[in-house]
């Protein structure tokens, strides 16, 4: 249990009722660090995980080998390491889930991606640029992203400085940066789902809007992107205390709230009470399957967005139109007696790549393309389907 399992699971299950919904193409990245359980039961509930590794399957022994796996030697990691079906991203790697997300929506134009945004992990510098991103996101030819900002207050003993500053202060914040941003806040379940149900609908039904009217008239435009700020508590739905501290809503809850439950009888009760609280007996039948009304509340194929095929990249990588790298070798007749730039040379290399792949190959840079003496790729002039002139 890491403290942003249930603020993401909360979400993720959220999304698959818009995705049965409106048939979307969708696929979620969860940027909180430890935060793979909820990837991992998601991924197991719809089905997904099973069908990939076949002895982790949906009965009690197969979900005992799930478990047993999890954080373990020789099993997986408690990000959403790249065994997780569904995953393209690592939690752990702080600071990339923005980034890596538009990535995947450039040249998407039907893809949705869903993204947790940890609130410790949006105070690195990269995740802090990244929200730029909607700068380059051309909406006749891209998808969109839909960031979730998940303020559960806490990094892993520390507060976060985001969730410490008003919410007028937050919400211009994210004005200046090109987003209009939606508040979902509170702890009360019930009311949470039906915040969260009709904000993330409107969410979708924005971006669909934009959307159609860009691809309608033909005329790309930068419009001010959904994008949701989810305040929970840390731990949400966990323990309130353990002993004389504080657990759900406080930074113990983070990674694992209750460690020593095979010495001390209070924390094993206190486990043991959590879990059942969850009252699995009305979710599981006998034989450890989830119930069949609750299973077809999930997306089936791969509108599952743990079984999405852009999230494998061996299933739609396609080959790029290369020139032969021999025509860009320099000829060194004698030693000390030329001078030849490397960038510049291979410059000359990346300008026809460019040319020859402009709707499926970028150059991005977070320095100068100048100063790194790529400047060669702006001789290519056509407009690719990006929308962008080199």
Same mark, same amino acid.
């Given at each position: 249990?890491?403290?942003?399992?249930?603020?993401?699971? %909360?979400?993720?299950?959220?999304?698959?009722? $818009?995705?049965?919904?409106?048939?979307?193409?969708?696929?979620?990245?969860?940027?909180?660090?430890?935060?793979?359980?909820?990837?991992?039961?998601?991924?197991?509930?719809?089905?997904?995980?099973?069908?990939?590794?076949?002895?982790?399957?949906?009965?009690?022994?197969?979900?005992?080998?799930?478990?047993? =796996?999890?954080?373990?030697?020789?099993?997986?990691?408690?990000?959403?390491?790249?065994? !997780?079906?569904?995953?393209?991203?690592?939690?752990?790697?702080?600071?990339?889930?923005?980034?890596?997300?538009?990535?995947?929506?450039?040249?998407?134009?039907? &893809?949705?991606?869903?993204?947790?945004?940890?609130?410790?992990?949006?105070?690195?510098? #990269?995740?802090?640029?990244?929200?730029?991103?909607?700068?380059?996101?051309?909406?006749?030819?891209?998808?969109?992203?839909?960031?979730?900002?998940? &303020?559960?207050?806490?990094?892993?003993?520390?507060?976060?400085?985001?969730?410490?500053?008003?919410?007028?202060?937050?919400?211009?914040?994210?004005?200046?940066?090109?987003?209009?941003?939606?508040?979902?806040?509170?702890?009360?379940? #019930?009311?949470?789902?039906?915040?969260?149900?009709?904000?993330?609908?409107?969410?979708?039904?924005?971006?669909?809007?934009?959307?159609?009217?860009?691809?309608?008239?033909?005329?790309?435009?930068?419009?001010?992107?959904?994008?949701i700020v989810l305040r929970t508590p840390k731990g949400w739905t966990g323990p309130?205390? $353990?002993?004389?501290?504080?657990?759900?809503?406080?930074?113990?809850?983070?990674?694992?709230?209750?460690?020593?439950? &095979?010495?001390? /009888?209070?924390?094993?009760?206190?486990?043991?009470?959590?879990?059942?609280?969850?009252?699995?007996?009305?979710?599981?039948? =006998?034989?450890? /399957?989830?119930?069949?009304?609750?299973?077809? &509340?999930?997306?089936?194929?791969?509108?599952?967005?743990?079984?999405?095929?852009? !999230?494998?990249?061996?299933?739609?990588?396609?080959?790029?139109?290369?020139?032969?790298?021999?025509?860009?070798?320099?000829?060194?007749?004698?030693?000390?007696?030329?001078? %030849?730039?490397?960038?510049?040379?291979?410059?000359?290399?990346?300008?026809?790549?460019?040319?020859?792949? =402009?709707?499926?190959?970028?150059?991005?840079?977070?320095?100068? !393309?100048?100063?790194? /003496?790529?400047?060669?790729?702006?001789?290519?002039?056509?407009?690719?389907?990006h929308g962008v002139v080199f």
């Open positions: 249990m890491r403290g942003s399992d249930a603020g993401q699971s %909360f979400t993720y299950i959220h999304m698959n009722r $818009l995705i049965k919904k409106y048939d979307l193409n969708a696929i979620f990245i969860s940027g909180p660090g430890h935060g793979a359980p909820a990837i991992l039961s998601n991924s197991y509930l719809e089905g997904t995980y099973s069908e990939v590794y076949p002895d982790k399957s949906e009965d009690i022994d197969g979900m005992r080998r799930f478990f047993k =796996q999890f954080s373990f030697p020789g099993g997986i990691g408690s990000h959403a390491t790249p065994e !997780t079906p569904g995953s393209l991203h690592e939690g752990g790697e702080l600071g990339y889930s923005i980034s890596h997300a538009f990535g995947t929506v450039f040249d998407h134009p039907d &893809l949705i991606t869903l993204t947790m945004v940890g609130d410790g992990e949006s105070e690195t510098g #990269p995740l802090a640029t990244s929200w730029h991103s909607t700068k380059f996101l051309n909406p006749i030819t891209d998808g969109a992203v839909v960031p979730v900002l998940h &303020l559960n207050g806490y990094k892993i003993n520390n507060p976060t400085v985001l969730s410490r500053i008003s919410h007028k202060e937050l919400e211009a914040l994210f004005i200046g940066y090109g987003w209009t941003p939606y508040f979902v806040e509170g702890s009360d379940l #019930p009311t949470m789902h039906q915040a969260m149900a009709t904000t993330l609908e409107k969410c979708i039904t924005e971006i669909r809007s934009y959307q159609r009217k860009a691809r309608d008239s033909g005329k790309a435009f930068r419009p001010m992107w959904p994008m309130r205390k $353990l002993g004389d501290h504080f657990l759900e809503g406080f930074w113990r809850s983070h990674q694992v709230p209750i460690t020593d439950v &095979l010495k001390n /009888k209070e924390s094993l009760q206190k486990l043991e009470e959590w879990m059942r609280s969850y009252q699995p007996e009305k979710l599981f039948g =006998q034989d450890g /399957k989830i119930r069949p009304d609750l299973r077809e &509340l999930a997306p089936t194929g791969t509108r599952r967005m743990s079984a999405n095929p852009i !999230t494998n990249g061996g299933v739609l990588r396609r080959k790029l139109n290369l020139p032969d790298w021999r025509d860009y070798c320099v000829e060194v007749e004698k030693h000390a007696a030329s001078k %030849f730039g490397s960038m510049g040379n291979f410059a000359k290399f990346l300008k026809d790549v460019v040319e020859r792949n =402009q709707d499926q190959f970028r150059v991005f840079g977070p320095d100068e !393309t100048e100063s790194n /003496k790529l400047s060669a790729i702006y001789e290519v002039r056509e407009v690719n389907s």
